[in-house]
């Protein structure tokens, strides 16, 4: 990544201190945004702003690109573990970074306790399944526990307080609140050397604020550029993007799971993989993909110990069972 803007062509001092006080630091972060967020944060002129991120895309080599010159790029992909074998297979090997993955569910399911075990493991080296970066972690609701996130990292035989320091908090008071830090992200990310951002949860502030349908395509519209934001962020900066959503019951729905993620099609066209979670048996969770580009449709069940996220007994013994399998094949 360069934080040099005056590399890009007709950029010279003063519009680059401009760029970087409205907080685009990296030519990274000018390729990815739309002229007109430009125009108005930098305060650049249209013509000025359309030639900056021109030359921004250019260099970053934004342009066509064949087939199999981006199935090079895209091995370049990392993989976060969540420390579950049967959850990282229907993750394809962990929660990938330049995509978005979303987990949703009732509350008490567990999403929570799934980020908080990934703020741990995303700062683990890469042969260990981690990212080597810090973590991001955007609270809307209040339930970012540090002692909890200490309790993960000791159990594991982590230094506890060392896993706290790689962490960034940003506690969220309301929709505009979370709406500015996420504009923050694109110069904190690089600052902070983040491998991986969590906002937890993405709606909850919308859905308490805007309220009735007279206001429901105002709230999507925005809901729906925010999004759009994480993913460009996540593509830009090589890094992970976790989110998580809500459910909302449908009491027309006499038949079937009434349940449904909020956010409506808006956050389901923005999200790359979207893994629903419930409830299973003896304290179990099933996580299940439910859309993804190319992740089969697949479930998994975990269980949620001192150590974070781990494989039930039953769980365990099966996935080594069936790496043996394949081994001796």
């Given at each position: 990544?360069?934080?040099?803007?005056?590399?890009?062509?007709?950029?010279?001092?003063?519009?680059?201190?401009?760029?970087?006080?409205?907080?685009?630091?990296?030519?990274?972060?000018?390729?990815?945004?739309?002229?007109?967020?430009?125009?108005?944060?930098?305060?650049?002129?249209?013509?000025?702003?359309?030639?900056?991120?021109?030359?921004?895309?250019?260099?970053?080599?934004?342009?066509?690109?064949?087939?199999?010159?981006?199935?090079?790029?895209?091995?370049?992909?990392?993989?976060?573990t969540t420390e579950s074998k049967k959850l990282n297979e229907i993750l394809g090997g962990g929660?990938?970074?330049?995509?978005?993955?979303?987990?949703?569910?009732?509350?008490?399911?567990?999403?929570?306790?799934?980020?908080?075990?990934?703020?741990?493991?995303?700062?683990?080296?890469?042969?260990?399944?981690?990212?080597?970066?810090?973590?991001?972690?955007?609270?809307?609701?209040?339930?970012?526990?540090?002692?909890?996130?200490?309790?993960?990292?000791?159990?594991?035989?982590?230094?506890?307080?060392?896993?706290?320091?790689?962490?960034i908090v940003a506690r969220a008071y309301t929709s505009d609140h979370q709406c500015l830090l996420?504009?923050?992200?694109?110069?904190?990310?690089?600052?902070?050397?983040?491998?991986?951002?969590?906002?937890?949860?993405?709606?909850?502030?919308?859905?308490?604020?805007?309220?009735?349908?007279?206001?429901?395509?105002?709230?999507?519209?925005?809901?729906?550029?925010?999004?759009?934001?994480?993913?460009?962020?996540?593509?830009?900066?090589?890094?992970?993007?976790?989110?998580?959503?809500?459910?909302?019951?449908?009491?027309?729905?006499?038949y079937g799971n009434p349940e449904r993620p909020t956010g409506g099609h808006v956050m389901a066209?923005?999200?790359?993989?979207?893994?629903?979670?419930?409830?299973?048996?003896?304290?179990?969770?099933?996580?299940?993909?439910?859309?993804?580009?190319?992740?089969?449709?697949?479930?998994?069940?975990?269980?949620?110990?001192?150590?974070?996220?781990?494989?039930?007994?039953?769980?365990?013994?099966?996935?080594?069972?069936?790496?043996?399998?394949?081994?001796?094949?």
């Amino acid at each position: 990544m360069s934080d040099d803007l005056e590399k890009i062509k007709g950029v010279g001092s003063s519009t680059a201190s401009r760029l970087r006080a409205a907080g685009f630091t990296t030519v990274e972060a000018l390729a990815v945004t739309p002229v007109r967020e430009i125009i108005s944060r930098a305060g650049l002129g249209e013509e000025t702003a359309f030639k900056t991120c021109e030359e921004a895309r250019r260099l970053m080599n934004f342009g066509f690109v064949k087939a199999a010159d981006l199935w090079e790029r895209r091995k370049n992909l990392l993989r976060c573990t969540t420390e579950s074998k049967k959850l990282n297979e229907i993750l394809g090997g962990g929660v990938e970074t330049q995509a978005m993955t979303e987990f949703i569910g009732d509350y008490g399911v567990g999403k929570t306790q799934i980020c908080m075990m990934l703020s741990v493991t995303a700062q683990l080296p890469r042969e260990q399944g981690g990212l080597e970066g810090n973590v991001i972690y955007m609270d809307t609701e209040g339930t970012f526990i540090p002692e909890r996130v200490y309790q993960i990292a000791s159990k594991r035989g982590l230094d506890g307080q060392k896993i706290l320091d790689g962490i960034i908090v940003a506690r969220a008071y309301t929709s505009d609140h979370q709406c500015l830090l996420i504009d923050h992200l694109f110069k904190k990310c690089p600052e902070e050397n983040a491998k991986l951002v969590v906002v937890d949860s993405m709606i909850s502030h919308f859905r308490g604020e805007y309220i009735g349908r007279e206001v429901l395509a105002e709230r999507q519209q925005l809901l729906n550029q925010y999004l759009h934001k994480l993913l460009r962020l996540s593509e830009a900066y090589n890094l992970a993007v976790v989110i998580t959503n809500q459910v909302q019951a449908n009491p027309a729905q006499f038949y079937g799971n009434p349940e449904r993620p909020t956010g409506g099609h808006v956050m389901a066209h923005a999200c790359t993989h979207r893994i629903h979670m419930r409830r299973g048996k003896s304290g179990t969770r099933v996580a299940k993909v439910i859309d993804s580009p190319y992740l089969p449709e697949s479930k998994a069940s975990f269980i949620i110990t001192e150590k974070g996220i781990e494989d039930s007994e039953k769980e365990a013994e099966e996935a080594e069972e069936a790496e043996g399998q394949s081994q001796n094949l």
